[in-house]
């Protein structure tokens, strides 16, 4: 039976967490975890994709353990209202009630979106709708909040026109119009630009000023450690504490990038090239001119929404310009940047195979791929059953098995942990060694600097 929290405690949100598995999973997913969350806090935990951080955020969230299915040992309390599970009885948690309480944005931010809105304002007011507010005050708070985050300029904008960025910032921006006493966020910063990860960084400050506490769930700890509360690292199950010491430790080493000699071959020649979607107003990009050479990885820099995905999808041949001149030496594979947006088959293997004929030498790829990515032990699971990162690496061995001259990686590093980045900066260099080149597109500026010959920044 639910029963109110000691009116002693200061948590706004606990966990004690004896064990917690899936369905029909024999392995413990997580255990021995306690966690209190104050009012005003900001909580970090970091952890490599399928150390359990996604598990965690919708146990928090209340998503979890869903009722009958999986079997949760310990209680978890919120607000007034404690709720004690054992191994005998999984209690129900009520999410629509919980979700007034605890909120969570998902490492795929597009998911919290309604996707039924025309426009971002119509979005953000979207939870307002059921709780009886007058139109005129809902208007009013989209169009301060909006003003507070920056987001003037996107409020007319359909929520399917947004670059990833702008999306998980419209997607921040809907969570933190319910006004829920606890914010859990997955990976909140992938895919932003410098100017809207100081957004967040103010959003956040906004919040916590206000009362809201933040739980942030990320794959390192990277800038949070200067304004957490609490550090944790999630390693086999269970949260340890983060010292001092544990962010002095060294970072992987910098690849060496041979020099492109200047008589390389010219694989990619783009004059005075003018890009735009149909039925826009605009062209994305203008007047853009860029060459590429065998041997050569090309960054891409600029602000969300400057044009970096658009340049990417006309080198994949996905957009045709409206003006100017492209030309290609050889074919080109893109990585999205949502990988979702990529898999869909029943295994890893089909996903991998998929379109290629059985008699076909690429089919000799195939196992070849899979062992050089590290996702050999999973070529029969579903991609969707994968932890982020290594979902992350089947979409890359999607398009790796064709074995492009031009490989394109659209915000390669996001969801990946330093495992699979470490896997990524291989695969570039490999394809680079072949007389191949690389054009990404990242706001990891880190990732840039020891990744790319040259940046070319988008205006």
Not at 91 to 108: I, S, T
Not at 151 to 167: A, D, V
Not at 388 to 404: D, F, G, I, M, Y
């Amino acid at each position: 039976m639910n029963r109110k929290l000691s009116e002693q405690s200061t948590s706004v949100l606990g966990l004690d967490l004896g064990s917690y598995a899936y369905l029909d999973c024999t392995d413990v997913v997580l255990h021995d975890i306690q966690l209190d969350v104050c009012p005003r806090s900001l909580t970090v935990i970091s952890g490599p994709s399928g150390s359990g951080k996604s598990t965690l955020g919708a146990i928090l969230a209340g998503l979890l353990p869903r009722h009958g299915m999986d079997e949760l040992v310990g209680s978890i309390g919120v607000g007034e209202t404690l709720i004690e599970f054992s191994s005998t009885s999984t209690r129900r948690v009520d999410v629509a009630q919980w979700a007034k309480h605890v909120g969570l944005l998902p490492q795929d931010a597009g998911h919290y979106l309604s996707g039924i809105r025309g426009t971002v304002a119509e979005e953000l007011a979207f939870s307002m709708e059921n709780t009886g507010l007058p139109r005129e005050q809902m208007q009013q708070r989209v169009a301060e909040l909006a003003q507070k985050l920056r987001l003037e300029h996107l409020l007319e904008r359909h929520p399917q026109q947004l670059s990833g960025g702008q999306e998980r910032l419209v997607a921040l921006a809907a969570l933190a119009m319910s006004e829920p006493d606890v914010l859990v966020l997955d990976e909140p910063l992938d895919g932003l630009d410098k100017q809207a990860t100081a957004v967040v960084f103010e959003m956040i400050k906004l919040l916590r000023a206000n009362g809201t506490a933040l739980v942030v769930l990320v794959d390192s700890v990277g800038i949070w450690a200067r304004e957490a509360d609490d550090l944790w690292r999630l390693n086999e199950g269970t949260l340890h504490r983060i010292s001092a010491e544990d962010l002095l430790q060294p970072s992987g080493q910098i690849p060496h990038r041979q020099p492109v000699t200047a008589n390389a071959q010219i694989l990619l020649d783009m004059g005075s090239v003018q890009l735009a979607y149909p039925g826009a107003t605009e062209p994305a990009v203008s007047n853009l001119n860029l060459q590429l050479r065998a041997g050569e990885c090309l960054g891409l820099a600029g602000d969300n929404g400057s044009g970096k995905t658009t340049v990417l999808k006309a080198i994949a041949g996905l957009l045709r310009p409206q003006a100017g001149a492209l030309a290609l030496s050889g074919d080109s594979g893109l990585l999205l940047q949502n990988s979702s947006d990529q898999l869909f088959e029943r295994t890893v293997l089909r996903e991998v195979s998929f379109g290629i004929p059985k008699k076909s030498a690429l089919q000799q790829r195939v196992p070849d791929v899979l062992a050089q990515l590290g996702l050999e032990p999973y070529s029969q699971t579903h991609p969707y059953e994968l932890p982020a990162s290594a979902r992350r690496l089947v979409a890359l061995a999607t398009v790796l098995v064709h074995e492009p001259k031009i490989l394109l990686l659209d915000e390669p590093t996001e969801a990946l942990d330093e495992a699979g980045e470490a896997v990524l900066q291989e695969v570039i260099t490999s394809v680079l060694d072949r007389g191949g080149a690389v054009v990404l597109s990242t706001h990891d500026e880190q990732f840039m600097g020891r990744t790319t010959h040259r940046v070319h920044h988008m205006l």
